[in-house]
């Protein structure tokens, strides 16, 4: 490597440490990265917002909006309240907003999903006098799965889908049902974790209740005026963009579109002023996401991704797996570090590649269940993660990173283990 590689890579990992460590914010921690990135002249100043990936970022604040939007209407307390009511325990009330999770993170794409069941999540746990850290990891883990299982998803699948011509039913029946199999797994772990913490808060009093007189519902309560015609405002606005993320390609729109115009119609019907409104943005987050943009785009200026690729691609040769595998695992790894769009815009055409010339289409279900899996491996590794982290601050109750590591990187380990047995049957 040269000078230049070895400071970008020195940047990058000092970047992520900081921001591992929160030895400062991590708004901060991203900015500073890039101010040293143009100091070491990795990167040009005039360069630096061509390398801010516009459109995610669109996407993201656009979501944010359609989220602040709904939840002003009440429907998200509308189904919490549902939620609460249809369940008889406090476990199948756990496993009904996992699914919740699940089917959300398929049909919208992991960052509205997530805005989303975080939005439910927090106040039922406060209506149920527990902590909704666990429910926040875990379903960050879910949301991944479920971003992967068809066509319109994520990013990653889209990308995928393009450049190897795969249709939404290839799709359905290859990656649908071990997505089904991963939420089971994962279900079953998190019952497992969620149940002793849950032991340890319940009260004698709250033992001689029935489950539905734990909940304190007064903190879902909104004024009555107007609930149902907002409601029913905000369903279908949220029924269109469902539909518009399905569509847009077919349509000649862009995610970023899609998600503006959604949120932009959501805010215009919630009632507040547009200076207010615009405060249910996460801009630290957003600020955050771009800093890290600028980063790997340094890195893939001066040739470091595309090294990583190479290196990745001559280990998977030498590795003792069937060739989607040994994909899925060389991808699962730098999908924890970085964001997995560049990573697998980078692999796609090298995959495209040794199919042409002989190698087996099914390399592409290793690249989608490793760059979406992968991205669980860390708390920084894909943006889910990343809007739980800063919902649950936000809402004051931060998860400490560490705890977060440890679960995410457990669960994702067995979730490539079982995906390994998968991909060999398969």
């Known amino acids: 490597m040269n000078a230049i590689q070895t400071a970008s890579i020195t940047i990058f990992l000092l970047t992520i440490i900081i921001v591992a460590t929160e030895s400062i914010p991590r708004m901060y921690a991203s900015l500073l990265g890039v101010g ?47 939620i609460t ?38 106040p039922l746990a406060r209506s149920l006098k527990i902590k909704p850290e666990t429910f926040l990891i875990f379903q960050a ?28 039913s290839s799709f359905l029946f290859n990656i649908a049902p071990i997505g089904i199999i991963l939420f089971v797994v994962t279900l079953l772990i998190f019952l497992r974790v969620f149940g002793p913490e849950v032991e340890k808060g319940i009260t004698q009093e709250m033992r001689s209740l029935e489950f539905s007189e734990w909940v304190d519902l007064s903190v879902m309560e909104l ?31 862009t995610p970023a579109f899609v998600a503006m115009v ?34 790997v785009n340094c890195l893939d200026k001066n040739g470091l991704i595309d090294m990583l690729s190479d290196r990745m691609l001559n280990l998977v040769v030498n590795l003792p ?29 090298v995959m495209n590649r040794w199919i042409q010339e002989g ?39 931060p998860i400490p990173l560490g705890r977060f590591f440890v679960i995410c990187f457990g669960v994702t380990i067995v979730n490539l283990l079982v995906s390994t047995i998968y991909l060999y049957f398969l």
């Open 223 to 253: 004024d009555k005026r107007g609930e149902v015609r907002r409601m029913a405002v905000a369903a279908l606005i949220m029924i269109f963009t469902i539909i518009g993320f399905a569509v847009y390609d077919q349509i000649g729109l």
């Open 36 to 82: 040293a990135m143009v100091l070491v002249g990795a990167v040009g100043a005039e360069e630096v917002l061509h390398f801010i990936d516009i459109e995610i970022l669109a996407v993201i604040a656009g979501m944010m909006l359609l989220v602040r939007g709904a939840e002003r209407s009440g429907i998200f307390n509308f189904f919490a309240k549902k």
């Open 359 to 397: 190698a087996s289409a099914k390399v592409w279900w290793g690249l989608i269940l490793g760059a979406n899996l992968g991205g669980c491996l860390t708390p920084i590794g894909s943006p889910s993660s990343i809007i739980a982290i800063g919902v649950a601050e936000r809402e004051g109750h």
């Open 262 to 295: 959604g949120g932009y119609l959501m805010l215009m019907f919630s009632g507040e002023g547009p200076m207010k409104a615009l405060r249910g943005i996460d801009w630290s987050t957003v600020i955050f996401l771009a800093g890290l943009f600028v980063l």
């Open 321 to 349: 797996l069937n060739l989607p595998t040994a994909v899925m695992w060389i991808s699962a790894v730098p999908s924890g570090l970085i964001d997995n769009i560049p990573l697998t815009a980078t692999l796609a055409p």
């Open 141 to 168: 883990i879910i949301v991944n799965i479920g971003g992967m299982m068809l066509l319109m998803s994520s990013i990653p699948n889209i990308i995928v889908a393009v450049e190897g011509g795969i249709s939404f």
């Open 85 to 122: 009511r249809a369940s008889k325990s406090l476990t199948s009330f756990a496993i009904i907003l996992m699914f919740l999770t699940l089917i959300l993170s398929m049909l919208l794409n992991n960052i509205g999903a997530m805005l989303i069941v975080a939005t439910i999540t927090i």
